[in-house]
């Protein structure tokens, strides 16, 4: 039996980690709960890849009215699906919604000002139930990561979940480049589900609290 240790399952009970493991068998479950256990209320988030909003909606629960979310999609129907949730759901505050490419977010000023950002999450591939021709690309992929690691807070968490399929291989290959170089203060895990071809990666990006 496997029990886990650390900050995320401190205080779990061997049954208990034996449930996390049935629930956290896909990747992007297991990031949603990492950084839905970082954020605090007035914290501020990123969701550098809306998609159908389940994940800008667990940050805005999580970091309150007195926080922020910034979420962005480079396609309208994800933008679309992203507000209709929120607001079916009651929050509609704190959540910045953007029609732009995630490489973006590191050069506007409300982000860049903002000391807050504690949790980042990006989801690659393509929109679920959309065009499957339409995915995230590599060059614009290493934009974003670049732009958020330097918004990231100290002590801040930032998740990227990474495909292998033909579309995604150079991306995912950029991204474990990218993050082997990453350099002191900053802790790279890799999560991985090794006996499924094509399993997605997740990467866990946790910068020290004293890097600025």
């Given at each position: 039996m496997m029990i886990f240790q650390g900050p995320f399952f401190a205080d779990a009970h061997p049954v208990e980690a034996c449930s996390m493991i049935e629930a956290f068998r896909?990747?992007?479950?297991?990031?949603?709960?990492?950084i839905s256990e970082h954020l605090n209320p007035g914290d501020s988030a990123i969701d550098g890849t809306a998609g159908t909003g389940e994940d800008t909606l667990m940050m805005a629960k999580k970091v309150g009215p007195e926080g922020k979310v910034y979420a962005f999609d480079i396609q309208g129907d994800a933008i679309a699906r992203t507000r209709s949730l929120l607001v079916a759901q009651g929050v509609e505050q704190p959540v910045?919604?953007?029609h732009l490419g995630h490489e973006s977010l590191g050069s506007l000023p409300e982000i860049s000002g903002d000391p807050r950002i504690r949790g980042i999450m990006f989801n690659l591939g393509y929109l679920p139930g959309g065009d499957r021709a339409i995915v995230t690309r590599c060059e614009t992929t290493m934009a974003a990561l670049k732009g958020a690691l330097g918004v990231l807070a100290a002590?801040?968490?930032?998740t990227v979940c990474a495909y292998g399929h033909k579309e995604g291989l150079a991306e995912a290959q950029g991204i474990e480049?990218?993050?082997s170089a990453l350099g002191k203060g900053i802790d790279v895990h890799r999560i991985e589900t090794i006996n499924h071809h094509n399993s997605p990666v997740l990467y866990l990006i946790k910068k020290a609290r004293n890097v600025k």
């Open positions: 896909r990747q992007t479950i297991l990031a949603g709960a990492i910045w919604l953007y002590d801040g968490v930032m480049t990218w993050c």
